[in-house]
């Protein structure tokens, strides 16, 4: 009776095994031949430039566990290795990257799971620290999670066979991590949807290919993409955003940001009844000398409409505070959230309380939690004001005169970066549309010593 419960639990096992992402990866099932052609490389630097949904992060998800378990069908592993993963923020971590390595990682192969925050029992809802994984050899293997939001500082002092950059991380970050590899003679590989221009990485990483290997993924590479979701996709980006969300390449920013921007997005101010169903959102760019830039967005989730904007300075925060709840009165608007930039919880030059503070003792109730991805939310806007079909989806009400101004005057800086000026009221919307409606329903070194540098030039000549 023994013997036939051990063989009915070790048919279990395998029909469980069976169902894990590893297992049907491994098979062919859900990769496609670029995904195998990354995993093929044995180059020291590899990057997958990608559009979103290209598979890009899954294959450097299995590329990690086919290190750590040391099951790498193109490589001869052969012992226990530690590497990082390195996503641009913690929730970043626990949402894409920590989420992939979790649904490909056989529970067989995890000895422990060490927590920053929440339950080892229940990792995908908390942040991991490291997960320790068993190789086929019989050793160890340390899978670790980094955010770049962490600093510089929290990625030293540490030997690694592999570095994961799941997105595009900061230059001092790589170059910290490039660090790390040198002792052990590692690797690194990348995988994004290069959304910043053509930053650093254009320069360093893209243009120098003989010493990184470069692999380019688009929609069209993904054969588990049905027609139908890549033109409901094509229709929602600008031509710009194309070129980065569909095909994974780099876009040259230069003369205006806004070219989509036309009289069609300027409307005539709209009843308020006119907007049953929609949420009202007012966000604020606090400043002081500079103006403080306001808009008030009604919105459905899918479509924006702008039906006031504020543009004031030399004012106090009471001042502001007041003026906005006074038009707010005035537009009939009575539920609504306001988001405010989050330099605002800073503390100020005069008195002990911060911006935000100031604002919510004179009965704003401020969000700071926002997304300021400058790159991600200019191609958003991009994309809203005028899509690859032609489909409009942000407007701006005539009396906006300050945002329709700023939005004519936004032209590219250096760097693939917008001009940072005369943009208050632009920096306020950027907060609109990148702010997810469902949040509120939720729970709520910098330059290299001289040893470094050559450490730095080491490591890079050993790629």
């Given at each position: 009776?023994?013997?036939?419960?051990?063989?009915?639990?070790?048919?279990?096992?395998?029909?469980?095994?069976?169902?894990?992402?590893?297992?049907?990866?491994?098979?062919?099932?859900?990769?496609?031949?670029?995904?195998?052609?990354f995993h093929q490389d044995i180059h020291k630097s590899r990057w997958v430039f990608g559009g979103n949904r290209t598979g890009k992060t899954e294959c450097g998800a299995i590329e990690a566990i086919y290190w750590a378990t040391g099951l790498h069908p193109y490589r001869d592993i052969k012992?226990?290795?530690?590497?990082?993963?390195?996503?641009?923020?913690?929730?970043?971590?626990?949402?894409?990257?920590?989420?992939?390595?979790?649904?490909?990682?056989?529970?067989?192969?995890?000895?422990?799971?060490?927590?920053?925050?929440?339950?080892?029992?229940?990792?995908?809802?908390?942040?991991i620290d490291f997960i320790s994984v068993r190789n086929k050899f019989g050793g160890i293997s340390k899978i670790g999670f980094k955010s770049c939001d962490q600093g510089r500082e929290k990625f030293q002092g540490t030997s690694l066979d592999w570095v994961w950059f799941d997105e595009e991380p900061p230059e001092d970050i790589y170059e910290e991590c490039l660090l790390?590899?040198?002792?052990?003679?590692?690797?690194?590989?990348?995988?994004?949807?290069?959304?910043?221009?053509?930053?650093?990485?254009?320069?360093?990483?893209?243009?120098?290919?003989?010493?990184?290997?470069?692999?380019?993924?688009?929609?069209?590479?993904?054969?588990?993409?049905?027609?139908?979701?890549i033109y409901e996709m094509e229709k929602r980006l600008s031509q710009d955003a194309l070129e980065s969300r569909?095909?994974?390449?780099?876009?040259?920013?230069?003369?205006?940001?806004?070219?989509?921007?036309?009289?069609?997005?300027?409307?005539?101010?709209?009843?308020?009844?006119?907007?049953?169903?929609?949420?009202?959102?007012?966000?604020?760019?606090?400043?002081?000398?500079?103006p403080t830039g306001v808009i008030w967005v009604a919105t459905n989730g899918e479509d924006y409409v702008v039906i006031h904007d504020y543009s004031?300075?030399?004012?106090?925060?009471?001042?502001?505070?007041?003026?906005?709840?006074?038009?707010?009165?005035?537009?009939?608007?009575?539920?609504?959230?306001?988001?405010?930039?989050?330099?605002?919880?800073?503390?100020?030059?005069?008195?002990?309380?911060?911006?935000?503070q100031q604002f919510k003792d004179n009965g704003l109730d401020v969000n700071a939690s926002i997304n300021k991805n400058v790159m991600e939310s200019i191609m958003k806007m991009k994309t809203l004001l005028k899509d690859v079909n032609g489909v409009r989806r942000l407007f701006i009400t005539r009396?906006?005169?300050?945002?329709?101004?700023?939005?004519?005057?936004?032209?590219?800086?250096?760097?693939?970066?917008?001009?940072?000026?005369?943009?208050?009221c632009i920096d306020a919307l950027r907060y609109v549309v990148m702010h997810d409606l469902n949040s509120g329903k939720k729970a709520k070194q910098n330059i290299l010593g001289e040893k470094k540098s050559e450490l730095l030039k080491m490591a890079k000549r050993n790629l």
């Open positions: 009776m023994q013997e036939y419960v051990e063989d009915l639990n070790l048919i279990e096992y395998e029909i469980e095994r069976r169902k894990s992402g590893f297992y049907t990866y491994n098979t062919g099932k859900t990769k496609h031949s670029k995904q195998i052609g012992k226990s290795t530690d590497g990082w993963v390195v996503s641009l923020s913690l929730q970043v971590q626990r949402d894409v990257a920590q989420a992939k390595i979790l649904k490909y990682l056989s529970p067989e192969f995890i000895v422990d799971v060490v927590m920053r925050s929440g339950k080892s029992e229940n990792p995908k809802n908390g942040v790390r590899t040198l002792d052990r003679g590692g690797i690194v590989w990348g995988t994004m949807t290069p959304l910043k221009g053509r930053n650093w990485l254009y320069n360093t990483i893209y243009l120098d290919s003989d010493r990184h290997s470069i692999h380019q993924m688009s929609w069209d590479d993904n054969p588990f993409l049905l027609p139908d979701e569909k095909y994974g390449r780099f876009t040259c920013g230069e003369g205006l940001v806004f070219p989509e921007f036309g009289d069609e997005n300027i409307i005539d101010p709209i009843p308020m009844q006119e907007f049953i169903g929609y949420n009202f959102l007012i966000a604020i760019d606090p400043a002081y000398v500079a004031v300075s030399h004012k106090t925060v009471a001042e502001h505070a007041q003026a906005i709840l006074d038009k707010t009165k005035q537009l009939g608007i009575t539920e609504y959230t306001v988001l405010i930039d989050n330099s605002s919880l800073q503390r100020t030059l005069v008195g002990r309380d911060t911006v935000e009396n906006c005169i300050n945002l329709v101004r700023e939005i004519r005057g936004y032209y590219w800086g250096d760097n693939d970066r917008p001009v940072k000026k005369n943009d208050h």
